[in-house]
T-cell receptor, first 116, second 113 residues
Framework: DTEVTQTPKHLVMGMTNKKSLKCEQH?????MYWYKQKAKKPPELMFV???????INESVPSRFSPECPNSSLLNLHLHALQPEDSALYLC???????????????FGPGTRLTVL | GENVEQHPSTLSVQEGDSAVIKCTYS??????FPWYKQELGKRPQLIID?????GEKKDQRIAVTLNKTAKHFSLHITETQPEDSAVYFC????????????FGPGTRLSVLP
């Protein structure tokens, strides 16, 4: 299995809702990432988990809360979002250890989030 | 921190011609440079990458060159085809700094039939 999967594909939520985005990989990768991508912009790193521990948090507002239940799963919990948070949310994974392909990131298809 | 610039922002070529996209980075400690292709509504897909200990890498019609002294790297696509039309992103990574990729702003490539 060489894929990163994400659910749901699309999500529409109000500013008072609580929802979660899910990401899964079965490549044995030990690093997983959340990115936010606005239209016509590059992916912007939000969080990095390495060996199930949060290693980078790029000053993301607390209304986004990541969780890594195990080495294959990554969640992003959403609460009290703003309309400007509407974007494509991409998950990625990489081997996260030494080796020739350790740094190569594989992206999931993304969740297109709309906040009303 | 790292800053990655990418040029041009848009590029139109005739089918069969070559396309070149150039990126510059600011941090000399960066040591891994991937290129991603993103079609409309789809995920970024890795097309080629290069490490700082290599000057050039080629994979069929795609090649990447790296000039560490000048801190720039370039993507070369030869014999372009309409299906090469997409947005291309370069990125730079400092391997020992928490795997924090910094992406360039992207180049929209259009291959005209």
């Amino acid at each position: 299995d060489t894929e990163v999967t994400q659910t749901p594909k699309h999500l529409v939520m109000g500013m008072t809702n609580k929802k979660s985005l899910k990401c899964e990989q079965h490549m044995g990768h030990r690093a997983m990432y959340w990115y936010k991508q606005k239209a016509k912009k590059p992916p912007e790193l939000m969080f990095v988990y390495s060996y199930e521990k949060l290693s980078i948090n790029e000053s993301v507002p607390s209304r986004f809360s990541p969780e890594c239940p195990n080495s294959s799963l990554l969640n992003l919990h959403l609460h009290a979002l703003q309309p400007e948070d509407s974007a494509l949310y991409l998950c990625a994974s990489s081997q996260g250890s030494g080796g020739r392909h350790a740094d190569t990131q594989y992206f999931g298809p993304g969740t297109r989030l709309t906040v009303l | 921190g790292e800053n990655v610039e990418q040029h041009p922002s848009t590029l139109s070529v005739q089918e069969g011609d070559s396309a070149v996209i150039k990126c510059t980075y600011s941090d000399s400690a960066s040591n891994y440079f991937p290129w991603y292709k993103q079609e409309l509504g789809k995920r970024p897909q890795l097309i080629i990458d290069i490490r700082s200990n290599v000057g050039e890498k080629k994979d069929q019609r795609i090649a990447v060159t790296l000039n560490k002294t000048a801190k720039h790297f370039s993507l070369h696509i030869t014999e372009t085809q309409p299906e090469d039309s997409a947005v291309y992103f370069c990125a730079a990574l400092k391997r020992n700094y928490g795997q924090n990729f910094v992406f360039g702003p992207g180049t929209r490539l259009s291959v005209l039939p």
